[in-house]
């Protein structure tokens, strides 16, 4: 179980590393704000489509706590950070913004401990500790210069949106224990999809639209593996390791943005970029390896509910 929450874990980030790619290749040919509510779509129709194909019961007759987190974990988990990402990332520079992003992986930790009252020992705290030190060394090699001198706003936005995905990692692993991951994902994706539609109506610029039939393929794949395929085997992760775990190997997300764009955009990397990846590498050795990984964590996540997280914040 812990081998397959691992694997299933490691191809979430490969397929997150390839999306943030295949981002580069259609950014400013379209409005990002459609971009993200077409990716959205597309990827929740994706999912709901596969559970079709393999007759499974589209039930919706869920608790209120299920609801709850279910909403919580498209609004507040899913679209609302990728809507505050868009407008950040356009106000800093990309170093900047990959170096904050990576603080999602302590978010996640440390909301995993406080709030689903999750545990690890010391050597898998090292491990985590190992995993964000090597995602934060490639990021920042991307650099031959790293200046801080970016919009401070900017970076606000886009620490803000790291609170919300790291906050993702809590109703996601409440709700891995509940439904099935496919359904998730789907009502995730296509929840999701509907809290952008204001923001589209609602912004100051007006949309910009130029597609042609490859940038369509282009988005439909990105829309499908980015956000569909991802978020499927995120959830299936969560079922089998606890989400602090999960939150520190996503840490792993740049060391297959990095590859992805040395093959596909032929990028270079530097050898700081190498050492990075390998102390990535062992601290996600370390973190799966160790003796501890608490089967009381489920018992706990399945008895608090939403609505104690509610009154929580």
């Known amino acids: ?8 874990l490691i191809a979430a980030a490969c397929l997150l590393g390839l999306g943030a790619v295949v981002t580069k290749l259609i950014a400013g040919l379209s409005d990002p704000l459609l971009v993200i509510f077409l990716a959205l779509l597309m990827g929740g129709l994706f999912v709901a489509l596969f559970l079709l194909a393999k007759r499974q019961s589209l039930s919706f007759t869920f608790s209120r706590s299920v609801w709850i987190d279910t909403l919580l974990l498209a609004s507040l988990g899913t679209a609302f950070p990728l809507i505050i990402l868009v407008f950040g990332i356009a106000k800093t520079s990309a170093v900047a913004g990959g170096f904050l992003l990576q603080l999602q992986g302590p978010v996640g930790v440390i909301l995993a401990c406080l709030l689903l009252r999750e545990k690890f020992t010391w050597k898998q ?5 190992l995993l964000m030190i090597g995602g934060m060394i490639v990021v920042l090699g991307e650099a031959q210069i790293i200046s801080w001198q970016t919009n401070l706003q900017g970076s606000l ?21 509940q439904i099935d991951p496919l359904l998730v994902s789907a009502l995730r994706l296509l929840l999701g999809a509907c809290f952008t539609i204001p923001f589209l109506f609602f912004q100051s610029m007006p949309i910009k639209v130029s597609f042609s039939w490859s940038i369509f393929w282009i988005l439909l794949f990105y829309g499908c593996a980015n956000f569909g395929l991802a978020y499927i085997a995120l959830q299936e992760g969560l079922r089998r390791l606890p989400a602090w775990a999960s939150a520190a190997i996503l840490q792993t997300m740049p060391l297959f943005t990095t590859a992805f764009a040395i093959l596909l955009l032929h990028d270079t990397f530097t050898f700081i970029q190498i050492i990075g990846g390998f102390i990535a590498i062992v601290g996600g050795v370390i973190v799966v390896s160790g003796d501890a990984f608490p089967k009381r964590s489920a018992e706990v996540s399945g008895k608090n509910r939403t609505g104690n997280l509610v009154n929580t914040l």
Do not use: D, H
């Open 157 to 177: 936005l886009i620490l803000l949106s790291t609170l919300g995905f790291g906050y993702s990692f809590i109703p996601a692993k409440r709700l891995s224990q």
């Open 125 to 129: 705290g090292g491990g985590i500790v």
């Open 1 to 8: 179980m812990r081998l397959q929450g691992f694997l299933y």
